[in-house]
């Protein structure tokens, strides 16, 4: 796929979707941050269900670290892997109130040295928190990447790679919902909706559906 090309496929996006933005739901960084480590192999659905109640109580790391694995379970109960999460978020606010003055840290390494946060939840903290061009590849952006050529690769890490070098610079920001939205409602895994699909007659996947 040539630069022609993508620069069109993002400018129909932004077109359609000028200010594109997480469906996860919160208010400050940290928030977000806790609401990412949550939403590990759990639909956005699920997980804003469960921080409306959570976040209503306590959303600071010092608040939830009150309540302990156990209290905070009662909240997360109805997301998967919740036993695990819950352990990763306790460990997580202890290490930002020891560590970080109970301040969300604005470096990559920071990031993923915190318990349930790998290079994806970090690029996502990175990008909507603090502004950062950094693009998460999740399972979404994963196919739509390799499904219309923007970018294709083996693994989430050579995806990102090429996007974050091949699509054109004034994109690289947003680029990360864009797709994954597209992916979500549009390019879908079983059945992508390429009849609706506003950039068809662009993407160079062979087995479009009628």
């Known amino acids: 796929m040539n630069r022609k090309k993508r620069t069109e496929i ?3 996006l932004r ?6 933005t997480t469906e996860l739901e919160y208010d400050t960084p940290f928030e977000l941050l806790v609401a990412v480590i949550l939403s590990a192999q ?3 659905v699920s997980v804003n269900k469960a921080t409306r109640r959570l976040f209503g109580v306590a959303d600071t790391p ?5 309540l302990g694995v156990d209290g905070l379970k009662r909240y997360i109960k109805t997301i998967g892997l919740y036993n695990s999460k819950a352990k990763n978020v306790i460990a997580t606010c202890r290490i930002l109130l020891e560590e970080h003055d109970g301040e969300v840290p604005e470096d990559r390494k920071a990031l993923e040295a915190l318990p349930g946060v790998g290079r994806k939840t970090a690029n996502v903290v990175l990008n909507t928190a603090f502004g950062h061009p950094t693009i998460a590849v999740d399972t979404h952006i ?8 923007i970018a294709p690769g083996k693994t989430p890490l050579e995806v990102e790679r090429r996007l974050l070098r091949l699509v054109p610079e004034e994109f690289r920001y947003n680029c990360h919902h864009w797709l994954i939205l597209h992916g979500r409602y549009v390019c879908k895994a079983r059945k992508p909706d390429c009849p609706d699909c506003p950039i068809a007659d662009l993407c160079e996947y062979r087995r479009k559906t009628t």
Not at 62 to 66: E, G, N, R, Y
Not at 142 to 149: A, D, H, K, L
């Open 62 to 66: 010092q608040s939830i670290l009150d």
């Open 42 to 44: 759990a639909t956005d």
């Open 142 to 149: 994963f196919r739509v990447s390799n499904r219309t050529g």
């Open 10 to 12: 993002f400018s129909r």
């Open 15 to 20: 077109a359609a979707n000028p200010d594109p």
